[in-house]
């Protein structure tokens, strides 16, 4: 009896190897990581790095959600340069992050877009609330990270869990150091994670202090909207 | 000597493929098997012969035996029992 050892083709097989021998991770995970429409609200010099690891991790498909153009201090992240400054930091990314993979659909978040996961790495705290609140009413997982320094915290939400409004710090920050990727990094993991393995992680919060991250899980706050059902799922 | 039908879980055909797709193709195999089914890996001759079987070991399968293939256009047959389901750190 011969058999077939694999849904995923060679191409993808021999890219995304070195993940599909990770311990605990395997051919279903890439398989729904490649099933994902992600939506990233922001796609500055601090977000980027997330957004490369996404893409390099094999998610479907990438809308990339930040009106804004692309700044000097951009730049100085992985993924813009220097031509790009001007550019809408959507056009500027998708363009940049579809050389990287032909596995990877990367374009502008369109108008009306259902994603099944969301990063939100917004420069605001007031747009990362909005984001996160969307996502969570529409019922998808998201992870929110908060830019401190040279670290930061990152807030996983699978459905169901405390949202962010919960979970999120106090203070503004400090301003991001150009060129860390740590934060990014640790917020794609989490994502990756979410809609690599659904149902299976809790919703917990990261603080990433000089190098080094801590974790707990999140509790919700007595009387938030959060302890109702999501009004729609994905 | 692998004696014919051994290989409960079936037979994979990896002699086309080099490392490293030939542990992940025969991982993913193994991943679709129940514990203590066998399945048959073919291999051409080369480091895969070496590297499958200890990857495999080294992941909690058993290798009951690595031998020529004496037909069927040559190479190595590997045969894996799967092992008990190795604890991983995902998530």
Redesign the interface.
């Known amino acids: 009896?011969?058999?077939n050892?694999?849904a995923?083709d060679?191409a993808r097989?021999?890219r995304f190897?070195?993940q599909?021998?990770?311990?605990?991770?395997?051919?279903?995970?890439q398989q729904r990581l490649a099933a994902a429409r992600v939506r990233a609200v922001g796609a500055d010099g601090v977000a980027a790095p997330a957004l490369l690891y996404l893409v390099q991790a094999g998610v479907g498909r990438l809308w990339v959600d930040d009106p804004e153009a692309v700044s000097p201090q951009d730049v100085g992240s992985w993924l813009h340069p220097p031509s790009a400054v001007g550019t809408p930091r959507s056009t500027a990314a998708a363009e940049a992050l579809s050389r990287l993979s032909g596995f990877v659909a990367v374009e502008p978040y369109p108008t009306g877009g259902v994603p099944t996961a969301t990063l939100v790495a917004a420069p605001s705290a007031a747009q990362a609330l909005h984001a996160a609140e969307a996502a969570r009413r529409a019922g998808v997982p998201h992870v929110v990270m908060e830019a401190d320094g040279d670290g930061g915290a990152v807030v996983s939400i699978p459905p169901g869990a405390p949202c962010y409004s919960c979970a999120r710090s106090t203070g503004t920050g400090r301003p991001a150091v150009p060129g860390a990727a740590a934060l990014a990094a640790l917020a794609a993991e989490e994502l990756l994670?979410l809609i690599?393995?659904p149902g299976?992680?809790a919703g917990r919060r990261f603080d990433l202090v000089r190098g080094v991250a801590t974790a707990r899980p999140t509790a919700r706050l007595a009387g938030c909207a959060c302890a109702a059902p999501a009004v729609m799922g994905p | 000597m692998i004696a014919p039908g051994s290989?409960t879980?079936?037979?994979?055909?990896?002699r086309r493929?080099a490392c490293?797709?030939t542990?992940?193709?025969?991982?993913?195999?193994l991943?679709?098997l129940a514990e203590g089914e066998r399945?048959e890996v073919w291999l051409s001759a080369g480091e895969a012969v070496e590297s499958v079987p200890r990857s495999a070991a080294e992941?909690g399968h058993r290798v009951l035996g690595v031998e020529a293939l004496a037909s069927e256009g040559g190479g190595y047959r590997i045969l894996i029992e799967k092992g008990p389901a190795?604890?991983?750190?995902?998530?």
């Open positions: 009896m011969s058999v050892p694999s995923l060679d097989l021999a190897s070195r599909l021998l990770v311990p605990g991770f395997g051919e279903a995970a994670l690599a393995f299976t992680i | 290989a879980g079936g037979v994979v055909d990896l493929y490293p797709l542990y992940v193709k025969t991982r993913i195999a991943e679709r399945l992941e190795v604890g991983g750190e995902l998530p």
